[in-house]
């Protein structure tokens, strides 16, 4: 019997200080040695708690360090896959200026009855659009191979299709309307192409 009980059964009938001295005692030893079983039940099920705990603890913490990880590897990929959209965008651009300097190249292409003036001033074009052109290919920016090539719709959109000869095998690359490019592994632009097919499967226009 724990302490308090034995204070309230004193408090309620004095005259049990009659009772045996011994049979008290046995029953408070008794009393002990069930609180003791009791607590070490209570023990062993607050250890078995706080283990579950410390598990569940365990697999939050994992979890969470690969949450994060996977929130800043997403974020970098984020990151950079904004670069190179911004920088696509601006490389886009100067392809434009590729063009229009090789249309302007073509155009003023030197003949036998062009000036020596005129031949200097294609030159000097020229040497502006190689300058252009090794920028390019620095940061990355090389042509994409077309004329003679297998179509390929993940390098070349088809613009038109034009009956195969001798020299041009069927689904090959014809003619080239627009040179493409890639920005590393990737298709920066398509290559605007005509395809060969058979005489028998030409598309009308």
Known sequence: ????KQDERELEDEGGADASEAALAEEVVA???????????????????LESQLHD??????????DLDNARKRAREAIADGRRQAVSGVLLELLTLVDNFERAMEM?????????????IYEGVELIYRQLMVVLERRGVRPIE???????????????QMA????????TVAVEMQRGYLYGDQVL?????????????????
Do not use: C, N
């Open 1 to 4: 019997m724990s302490d308090k």
């Open 31 to 49: 009393g002990e040695e069930g609180g003791e079983e009791s607590e070490v039940e209570v023990l062993q099920k607050e250890l078995a708690l």
């Open 57 to 66: 603890m365990r697999a939050r913490y994992i979890r969470a360090v690969a």
């Open 108 to 120: 003023a292409k030197p003949g036998s009855g062009r000036s020596a003036k005129a031949r200097a």
């Open 146 to 160: 077309a004329l003679g090539q297998v179509f390929d719709p993940s390098r070349h959109e088809a613009v038109a």
């Open 164 to 171: 195969a000869t001798a020299e041009q095998r069927e689904g």
């Open 189 to 205: 632009r398509h290559s605007r192409v005509g395809v060969a097919v058979e005489e028998t499967d030409k598309v009308q226009e």
